[in-house]
């Protein structure tokens, strides 16, 4: 978001070369690894960034993430699925010993249905509230916690649901969204 918001600003004040300079660090610093192809750019360079995060943080990242052809989710619901489930499972992951730390990212279509799974490394279980989301972790719990919300509302958005389950050092969330 940061490298997001001075890229726009350098472009909106005219500062092309600026604007080239810093792309292209930021490019370098991502590398030049074409990353993940799923099918969307978007879905692309979010999951490729999100790799390369877990990377630097000793978390293994595996990816079978196919996004269909015939699905319209707009880039920012897709977005707002993949950050912030993407986002909870690095946070999680890095609580655990490193040789521990894994995510697996995985999406599948059957019929009108499209199903996207994440599962990764936790410690302890999760309590999870009246509304069904398991209770924030972070001690600033009132402005914490919003994630799996955002989440649950974008695939309700799309006649679908998340299903959340922690046992055995492992959390996973399913998000079902139909196609129409």
């Known amino acids: 978001r940061n490298h997001l918001a001075v890229l726009e600003s350098l472009h909106a004040r005219g500062e092309n070369e600026q604007f080239d300079s810093y792309l292209a ?6 590398g030049s690894d074409p990353g993940i192809s799923s099918g969307d750019p978007v879905t ?3 999951l490729t960034e999100k790799q390369s995060e877990a990377a630097r943080n000793g978390i293994s990242f595996e ?14 619901d ?5 950050n912030n489930a993407l986002n909870n499972a690095i946070e999680a992951a890095l609580q655990c010993p490193e040789s521990e730390r894994h995510i697996r990212i995985s999406s ?30 972070k001690a600033d719990s009132e402005n914490h916690g919003f994630g799996l919300l955002n989440i649950k509302n974008t695939a309700e958005k799309y006649g679908g649901g998340i299903d959340i389950e922690c046992k055995d050092g ?9 196609t129409s």
């Open 25 to 30: 660090e930021v490019r370098e610093r991502i």
């Open 44 to 46: 692309d360079v979010i």
């Open 63 to 76: 990816c079978d993430f196919h996004y269909p052809t015939d699905f319209s989710a707009g880039a920012l």
């Open 78 to 82: 897709m977005s707002i699925i993949l």
């Open 108 to 137: 599948l279509k059957q019929k009108k249905a499209f199903v996207i799974t994440v599962v990764n490394s936790c410690t302890g279980d999760c309590t999870v509230t009246d509304d069904g989301l398991p209770e924030t972790t």
């Open 170 to 178: 492992e959390f996973t969330l399913t998000v079902m969204l139909f």
